[in-house]
């Protein structure tokens, strides 16, 4: 009798670049009720602690790269995966080192939870009938201020839009004033609750908005509060019929395609 291996299984790893243990329990809350195949394995990772425990800044992304870049690099682990998920919602550069790194090479899948989710989002909106009709639209909601500006131009910058220019089907970002540790930290959630709440009903204001995306991987699990708004606003059937996008949900799916794209359309 002869054997012979005919499929390996995928192995992701999702990458918290802040030292927030609490933020990387919450993405594995998250990931336990996403569907993947039975052949998908998904370790997660929480940076090490000279990463800031909440990015919420231009400058705490940039030193939870330098950590997270160093360490990935210098201890081999990356070795051990067929994709990356960054999960910080943001431009993040590690998304973009990685990928020029290691994707290029053909050695990993690598995409962000900021890019997934704004794929997912345009995947999933409703086509006007006709050219006259209101365009149907995605947004997200966030944390800071800082975010609404670092998102909106990481928005035009990857669907490679003129960053003066208005896209139709971008609803735009409105931030709740909290920081992403605020999630998962002492602040009281029903204050949580209702600035998100307010800031997800300033979006739905914009328009026809389709998809809303939950712009911080510390929002996991507070969906029904995104959906609660939106009843309020619109009433229970279009409130229900809204998409809600939990970044490290889309992320994952779309990782897990790509490294079978990878592996059915490049020269192994």
């Not at 993040?92 to 990928?99: F, N, R, T």
């Not at 670092?150 to 004033?177: I, W, Y």
């Not at 992403?180 to 009903?201: C, V, W």
Request: glycine share 10%; aromatic share 6%.
């Amino acid at each position: 009798m002869t054997t012979r291996f005919l499929r390996r299984s995928i192995r992701l790893l999702v990458v918290n670049p802040n030292s927030s243990q609490e933020m990387t329990r919450g993405m594995e809350e998250a990931l336990k009720g996403t569907k993947t195949s039975d052949e998908t394995e998904i370790y997660t990772y929480t940076a090490p602690a000279e990463s800031p425990a909440s990015i919420n800044s231009g400058e705490d992304v940039a030193s939870s790269y330098d950590v997270v870049y160093k360490n990935l690099t210098s201890t081999g682990e990356l070795q051990k995966y067929d994709g990356v998920l960054v999960a910080c919602f943001s431009a993040h550069p590690l998304v973009h080192k990685l990928a020029h790194e290691q994707g290029s090479r053909g050695l990993l899948a690598v995409t962000g939870i900021f890019e997934a989710s704004i794929l997912a989002s345009l995947s999933l909106l409703t086509t006007p009938l006709s050219s006259s009709a209101t365009p149907r639209t995605w947004g997200i909601v966030t944390t800071g201020k800082f975010w609404e500006s670092h998102l909106a131009a990481g928005v035009s910058d990857l669907l490679g839009q003129d960053p003066n220019s208005r896209n139709v089907k971008f609803a735009g970002v409105e931030s709740t004033g909290l920081d992403a540790g605020d999630f998962h930290g002492e602040m009281h959630p029903a204050i949580i609750r209702q600035k998100l709440k307010e800031a997800t009903k300033r979006l739905l204001s914009t328009g026809a908005v389709d998809c809303v995306v939950m712009g911080c991987a510390g929002m996991a699990g507070l969906e029904e509060t995104i959906r609660d708004a939106a009843i309020e606003r619109h009433g229970k059937e279009a409130g229900n019929r809204l998409y809600i996008i939990d970044g490290v949900k889309a992320g994952i799916g779309l990782l897990e395609q790509m490294v079978r794209n990878k592996r059915m359309f490049q020269k192994q």
